[in-house]
Nanobody, 128 residues
């Protein structure tokens, strides 16, 4: 069983930055793809970013490309999401998730159903 916990959410003004952290314990972290998703009020949960194991290839949703950076520290079983140039449209609950199966194409990781373990989420609110 893998236990996933997010932290770092909060209130930030538009144009500001915030860094989210996520730890995943109870498994072999370095073998997992780690993804960030978000869910805004009244909307479905959407893919934000993913970092794959064994090389750390990354992919981003078009809406955050160039503003968000995902990274990982395997020694600390932690994945980060550095967010900058935040706008009100980024307000959401941000979820971290772990995918233990390996998929050949990065697009598989855009699908939340590829992830077996999820955190409880952390709220990010961007004020205008």
């Amino acid at each position: 069983q893998v236990h996933v916990v997010e932290s770092g959410g909060g209130l930030v003004q538009a144009g500001g930055s915030l860094k989210l952290s996520c730890t995943a314990s109870g498994g072999t972290f370095r073998n997992y793809a780690m993804g960030w998703f978000r869910q805004a009020p009244g909307k479905e949960r959407e893919f934000v970013a993913v970092i794959r194991p064994h090389g750390g290839a990354t992919n981003y949703a078009d809406s955050v490309k160039g503003r968000f950076t995902i990274s990982r520290d395997n020694a600390q079983n932690t994945v980060f999401l550095q967010m900058s140039s935040l706008g009100p449209g980024d307000t959401a609950v941000y979820y971290c998730a772990a995918a233990t199966r390996r998929y050949a194409g990065s697009w598989y990781y855009y699908d939340e159903f590829r992830y077996e373990y999820w955190g409880q989420g952390t709220q990010v609110t961007v004020s205008s």
